[in-house]
């Protein structure tokens, strides 16, 4: 799937779990949902911490999981 076809909102990283996964809570609702890095992060080694602001992706057809795309500075 193209990033141009995820659809994208803004957050607050709120935990880290086991696994690269984070616990994300949206800014526009009090809607907390998981998302993982998403492959260029990775490959890249950019380092997501509690308290980040950050872009996450979510697929059409699933709005419960996410990627997170990109990270504010």
Same mark, same amino acid.
């Given at each position: 799937?193209?990033?141009?076809?995820?659809?994208?909102?803004?957050?607050? +990283? %709120?935990? /880290?779990?086991?696994?690269? +996964?984070?616990?994300?809570?949206?800014?526009?609702?009090?809607?907390? /949902?998981?998302?993982?890095?998403?492959?260029? %992060?990775?490959?890249?080694?950019?380092? /997501? /911490?509690?308290?980040?602001?950050?872009?996450?992706?979510?697929?059409?057809?699933?709005?419960?999981?996410?990627?997170?795309?990109?990270?504010?500075?």
């Amino acid at each position: 799937m193209a990033k141009s076809d995820l659809t994208q909102l803004d957050g607050h +990283v %709120m935990d /880290v779990s086991a696994g690269g +996964v984070y616990k994300i809570q949206l800014e526009n609702k009090d809607i907390k /949902v998981s998302a993982k890095l998403c492959g260029k %992060m990775r490959r890249y080694n950019i380092q /997501v /911490v509690v308290g980040d602001r950050v872009t996450v992706g979510f697929s059409p057809k699933d709005l419960t999981t996410g990627l997170i795309i990109y990270r504010y500075r």
